[in-house]
């Protein structure tokens, strides 16, 4: 095993102020090439994406490739919108060679402006332009708010490690490679790597080790060097999804089936420190069965959390060991400390869906990979679901749909199939953790071919590519009219330094007016003042120049009046 040695010299970007204040992050530089003006083995440069996808439903993000298998278990976070700005950040694993796609498999990034309607021209930004796989993104907090962080695991020399690269500034593509965490075990280093950006500023990342499968967690907050590998138990699969909810708590889902082994259970493990400190051992949330009546349910690959307020919001893939064959009674489960577990979708209610799949396909069940998200006090559950139309080769083509709750996962809405559509393939979606009021901003890797040519399969080759959708779920009603009721949303994020972003929505036009205040009643600043027609707004309020503590929000539109409490922390 090759040591990886890091270059003696070390290029430290400057701490130049740019547009809206921000400044760029002081990241050690290595010396590798992290843009791929010039593809491996001199090749062409991949042309664009088309502006629109096949479906009709949503767009292209520039990002495709010929590897069609995204993730070994948990979610993916290939999405994150900035609050402050509303830029939306995406990565996408790829391979640019359809023959050669293992050894070309890069992490790909991509960056809009406008809401997700176009994206930039970085089809050639690789995150890094060296064999890689399996990203995972957030946005960054505290000091360093607004700057994206890709990890991925990647092949430096013979090595595979888990490694971290950050944008500085958001949006250039100028990925910085941080040094790599410490080592673990020679030969077994953590790969499959999830990351979180915590209140502090820090970054936070976890990752499993592949033959132990053991779950490791480590954190930097000076991007040079990180914290020794934390090691909870139980033991835990690949793609361990991690989150942090902007006030100090970090958290991180520990499920613990892997293909034909037992399940443990699913466990939470949480730190409330920024993630400087962890558990000795996660909590369990969901059993090693869960009996409902005569079927028996075990917790599959499938995982993912989000944060709303300092609650976990859990959602959890479950196969019904005891039916005929396991994808048979595959279905979506959801977990708060509130609820418990409760089914949020079946197989009964789920429009559609299959009752089997026809033949194998890698690590699918006929409705699984489920990821969560909240848009105001909305929580939307995304999964696949199987259909019975299928391709030449016999795989079943994916949809993806969507199930919404509106009491905190209590009861759950009818699914409803996002893009409805038949000889094509949808899967692997994500949510971003923050959303809009009313929408939420979602991926998914779209296919002409089912299957997973890049994974043993033997599924048939063809290019894949990575869809963004901005879809309406609440306030403004899915049918395109106006929103139903107002809303003041909270503020996100918050606590913050400098800014934060407030929505609100009106059912009806009005003049509005949105001021803030400090404890002492005083108006510091007038956010809106004029009328505005009925619809879902957001505006960036700047505590520049004020003083930590509390402050307070109003809305006023007609007779409806609402505040909302926020915090300055310096």
Known sequence: MTKWILPALLVFVGSVTHAGGRKELPVPKLNVETTAQHLPGGSKALPPEPPANNSGVGVYTTLSGYFDYQLNGGACQHVRVDPSNGAIHVTYMLAEDSVDFNGTRRSGYAYSTDGGATWNNFFQVRVPNRRSGYP??????????????????????TDLVSVAFVDSPPGSGAFAELNPPPSVSPGDEP?????????????????????????????????????AWHNPTPNALAGIPTVSNGSGRVGALMNTIYANVQSEGVF????????????????????????????????????DVAYKGDDALVTISEVNIGANEPTDGAQIAFWSQTTGVVAAATKQNTPGVTATLNKAQTNQLTMGYPVIGITGSTVVIVYTAYLSDTSAAGFNYGDIFMVKSGDGGLTWSTPVNVTNTQFLDER??????????????????????????????????????QVFLKLLVTGVREDGGVPASYVLGQNYPNPFNPATRISYTIPTGSTVRLSVYNTLGQEVETLVDEYRNAGTYEVTFSGEGLASGVYWYTLTAGKYVETKKMVIVR
């Not at 995972?136 to 020399?157: E, K, R, T």
């Not at 033959?211 to 040079?224: K, Q, S, V, Y």
């Not at 009021?437 to 399969?457: K, L, R, Y």
Request: glycine residues 8%.
């Open 136 to 157: 995972s993104i957030d946005i960054m907090q505290g000091s360093n708010a607004g700057l994206p962080v890709v990890v991925n695991h990647s092949v430096v020399s």
């Open 191 to 227: 790969s499959w790597p999830t990351v979180a950006g915590p209140a502090d500023g820090s970054i936070v990342m976890n990752a499993s080790r592949s033959t132990a499968l053991t779950d490791h967690i480590t954190r930097t907050t000076d991007f040079a060097t990180w914290s």
């Open 268 to 303: 939470w493990l949480e730190s409330t420190d920024n993630g400087a400190t962890w558990p000795a051992a996660g909590t369990m949330i969901y059993p090693p069965t869960r009996i409902v009546g005569p079927d028996t349910f075990q917790a599959w690959l499938g995982c």
């Open 428 to 465: 692997y979606p994500s949510i971003s953790k923050y959303n809009e009021p009313g929408v939420i901003n979602m991926v998914w890797q779209e296919d002409i071919e089912p299957g997973s040519a890049a994974f043993t399969d033997n599924a048939p080759m063809s290019r894949a590519r």
